[in-house]
Nanobody
Framework: VQLVESGGGLVQAGGSLQLSCVAS????????MGWFRQAPGKEREFVAA????????GYADSVKGRFTISRDNAKNTAYLQMNVLKPEDTASYYC??????????????????WGQGTQVTVSS
Protein backbone atom coordinates (compact mmCIF):
# COMPACT_ATOMS: atom_id res chain seq x y z
CA VAL A 1 0.00 0.00 0.00
CA GLN A 2 1.41 3.37 -1.01
CA LEU A 3 0.25 6.57 0.66
CA VAL A 4 0.79 10.05 -0.74
CA GLU A 5 0.11 13.16 1.32
CA SER A 6 -0.54 16.63 -0.01
CA GLY A 7 -1.88 19.96 1.16
CA GLY A 8 0.88 21.18 3.41
CA GLY A 9 2.23 24.70 3.27
CA LEU A 10 2.88 27.94 5.07
CA VAL A 11 0.00 29.57 6.93
CA GLN A 12 -0.38 32.29 9.53
CA ALA A 13 -1.50 31.46 13.05
CA GLY A 14 -5.27 31.17 13.18
CA GLY A 15 -5.44 29.96 9.61
CA SER A 16 -6.53 26.63 8.14
CA LEU A 17 -5.16 23.88 5.94
CA GLN A 18 -6.55 20.61 4.69
CA LEU A 19 -4.22 17.67 4.22
CA SER A 20 -5.08 14.78 1.94
CA CYS A 21 -3.74 11.24 1.85
CA VAL A 22 -4.38 9.14 -1.23
CA ALA A 23 -3.89 5.39 -0.94
CA SER A 24 -3.00 3.00 -3.73
CA UNK A 25 -5.34 0.30 -2.50
CA UNK A 26 -8.98 -0.37 -3.34
CA UNK A 27 -9.50 -1.96 0.07
CA UNK A 28 -8.98 1.22 2.07
CA UNK A 29 -12.32 0.67 3.80
CA UNK A 30 -10.69 -2.20 5.73
CA UNK A 31 -7.94 0.00 7.09
CA UNK A 32 -7.59 2.41 9.97
CA MET A 33 -6.09 5.71 8.78
CA GLY A 34 -3.97 7.77 11.10
CA TRP A 35 -2.22 11.13 10.99
CA PHE A 36 1.01 11.71 12.88
CA ARG A 37 3.40 14.62 12.98
CA GLN A 38 7.04 15.19 13.79
CA ALA A 39 8.68 18.50 14.57
CA PRO A 40 12.47 18.97 14.34
CA GLY A 41 14.19 17.46 17.34
CA LYS A 42 11.01 15.84 18.61
CA GLU A 43 9.53 12.38 18.46
CA ARG A 44 6.74 11.51 16.08
CA GLU A 45 3.39 12.04 17.77
CA PHE A 46 -0.16 10.95 17.16
CA VAL A 47 -2.60 13.50 15.80
CA ALA A 48 -5.81 11.73 14.75
CA ALA A 49 -7.19 8.42 13.51
CA UNK A 50 -10.35 7.17 11.86
CA UNK A 51 -11.84 3.71 11.54
CA UNK A 52 -12.38 2.01 8.20
CA UNK A 53 -16.05 2.90 8.11
CA UNK A 54 -15.42 6.43 9.30
CA UNK A 55 -17.75 6.01 12.26
CA UNK A 56 -15.05 6.11 14.93
CA UNK A 57 -12.41 8.78 15.36
CA GLY A 58 -9.73 9.64 17.89
CA TYR A 59 -7.69 12.78 18.49
CA ALA A 60 -4.72 13.95 20.46
CA ASP A 61 -5.72 16.35 23.22
CA SER A 62 -3.61 19.07 21.63
CA VAL A 63 -5.77 19.14 18.47
CA LYS A 64 -9.25 18.32 19.78
CA GLY A 65 -11.78 20.88 18.66
CA ARG A 66 -9.42 22.28 16.00
CA PHE A 67 -8.64 19.34 13.72
CA THR A 68 -11.09 16.99 12.00
CA ILE A 69 -10.20 13.69 10.37
CA SER A 70 -12.42 12.25 7.65
CA ARG A 71 -12.26 9.82 4.77
CA ASP A 72 -13.81 9.06 1.42
CA ASN A 73 -13.32 5.38 0.71
CA ALA A 74 -14.71 5.74 -2.81
CA LYS A 75 -11.77 8.06 -3.53
CA ASN A 76 -9.27 6.05 -1.46
CA THR A 77 -8.53 9.26 0.42
CA ALA A 78 -8.27 10.42 4.01
CA TYR A 79 -8.30 14.05 5.06
CA LEU A 80 -7.15 16.15 7.97
CA GLN A 81 -8.87 19.51 8.24
CA MET A 82 -6.80 21.77 10.46
CA ASN A 83 -8.34 24.97 11.80
CA VAL A 84 -7.12 27.63 14.22
CA LEU A 85 -3.56 26.60 13.53
CA LYS A 86 -0.89 27.50 16.06
CA PRO A 87 2.88 27.85 15.66
CA GLU A 88 3.28 24.70 17.75
CA ASP A 89 1.45 22.76 15.02
CA THR A 90 4.48 23.27 12.78
CA ALA A 91 5.77 19.83 11.78
CA SER A 92 5.98 17.27 9.03
CA TYR A 93 2.64 15.48 8.86
CA TYR A 94 2.45 11.83 7.91
CA CYS A 95 -0.50 9.61 7.12
CA UNK A 96 -0.40 5.96 8.04
CA UNK A 97 -2.60 2.92 7.52
CA UNK A 98 -3.15 -0.47 9.06
CA UNK A 99 -5.59 -3.34 8.96
CA UNK A 100 -6.86 -3.73 12.52
CA UNK A 101 -9.76 -3.18 14.84
CA UNK A 102 -10.00 0.43 16.02
CA UNK A 103 -7.51 0.06 18.84
CA UNK A 104 -3.96 1.20 19.62
CA UNK A 105 -4.48 3.79 16.93
CA UNK A 106 -2.26 6.26 18.82
CA UNK A 107 0.77 3.97 18.56
CA UNK A 108 2.85 4.67 15.46
CA UNK A 109 4.68 1.34 15.68
CA UNK A 110 1.43 -0.52 14.91
CA UNK A 111 1.12 1.07 11.45
CA UNK A 112 3.00 -0.75 8.65
CA UNK A 113 2.18 1.70 5.87
CA TRP A 114 3.37 5.32 5.79
CA GLY A 115 3.42 8.25 3.43
CA GLN A 116 6.43 10.44 2.75
CA GLY A 117 5.10 13.39 4.73
CA THR A 118 4.03 16.94 3.99
CA GLN A 119 5.36 20.02 5.74
CA VAL A 120 3.08 22.36 7.65
CA THR A 121 4.56 25.62 8.87
CA VAL A 122 2.54 28.04 10.99
CA SER A 123 3.94 31.51 11.42
CA SER A 124 3.15 33.69 14.41
Amino acid sequence: VQLVESGGGLVQAGGSLQLSCVASTRTLRTMIMGWFRQAPGKEREFVAAISGSGVSTGYADSVKGRFTISRDNAKNTAYLQMNVLKPEDTASYYCAAKIDAFRQYETSQTYPYWGQGTQVTVSS
